[in-house]
C-alpha cells in the first residue's frame, strides 16, 4: 500500500511540474530567442547576436508595428498592461531585444515589435538611462567585434502585477564582446545613477 502511495505522490508531483514547465516555453525567432513565462506574461530571458550596428537609416525608415502573428499561439502581455499613453503611469513596454542592434531589414526590425520580446519596465529606466547607455555600446562595439547579448529577468516579488502580468523587480544584462563577458544588473525602479559602471557587477 505505502508503495502505492509513493507512486501516486510521484505522478502528482510530475504532473504539476510538467504543467508548470509548459507555462514557460522556449521560441527561437529568426533572429533571437526567448523563453516566455505564460504565467508571468513576460518574457524570462532573451539571447541576440548584435547583427547590423551601422544600419542608423533602416531603423529611421522602417514603420513601428506590433507583431501579433508571431505570437498568436502564446498567451502574452497586451497594450492595456503597459498604459503607454497615460501620463500617470511608471511603466513601458521595454524591448529587451534591441530594434537598434537587429535592424538589418525591415523584417528584422519588425521582429522586435512583438509582446514576446516586451517587459514591464519603469519608464525611467527604459529611456535615458545607463540601459539605453549599454544599448548603444552594444551596438558601437559590434561595429569591429562580434556581440552577443542575454537577458535575464528578476522576480523576487511574485505578489506585485500590473493586470494579470508579473512587474520583473529587476534585469541581468550580460554583454559578450569576442567571447569576453561583462555582467551587469538593473533593478526595475526610477534609477538612481547614469553612470554604467555602477551597475556593473561579479
Known amino acids: 500500500m505505502k508503495y502505492l502511495v509513493a507512486a501516486l505522490a510521484c505522478l502528482i508531483s510530475c504532473s504539476l511540474i510538467s504543467q508548470e514547465n509548459r507555462n514557460d516555453t522556449l521560441i527561437h525567432l529568426k533572429n533571437y530567442s526567448v523563453v516566455y513565462s505564460q504565467k508571468y506574461l513576460q518574457p524570462l530571458k532573451v539571447d541576440y547576436d548584435v547583427i547590423c550596428p551601422d544600419d542608423s537609416k533602416r531603423r529611421k525608415d522602417c ?3 506590433f507583431t501579433f502573428q508571431l505570437s498568436k499561439n502564446i498567451k502574452t502581455s497586451r497594450h492595456e498592461h503597459y498604459k503607454e499613453f497615460d501620463i500617470d503611469s511608471i511603466w513601458e ?3 529587451m531585444a534591441s530594434r537598434h542592434s537587429l535592424a538589418c531589414t525591415c523584417e528584422s526590425v519588425k521582429e522586435t515589435f ?4 516586451c517587459a ?3 519608464k525611467n529606466l527604459n ?4 540601459w539605453s547607455e549599454l544599448e ?3 551596438m558601437i562595439a559590434a561595429k569591429l567585434n562580434s556581440v552577443s547579448v542575454s537577458i535575464k529577468l528578476e522576480f523576487n516579488d511574485t505578489t506585485n502585477f500590473l493586470g494579470d502580468a508579473l512587474i520583473p523587480s529587476g534585469f541581468y544584462k550580460t554583454l559578450i564582446v569576442n567571447g569576453d563577458s561583462t555582467n551587469y544588473y538593473f533593478p526595475n525602479t526610477c ?3 547614469k553612470k554604467l559602471e555602477r551597475y556593473i557587477i561579479d
Do not use: D, R
Open 93 to 95: 513596454k521595454g524591448h
Open 114 to 117: 512583438t509582446f514576446l520580446n
Open 191 to 193: 534609477p538612481e545613477s
Open 63 to 65: 514603420p513601428i508595428n
Open 120 to 122: 514591464i519596465q519603469h
Open 127 to 130: 529611456k535615458h538611462s545607463a
Open 136 to 138: 548603444e555600446n552594444e
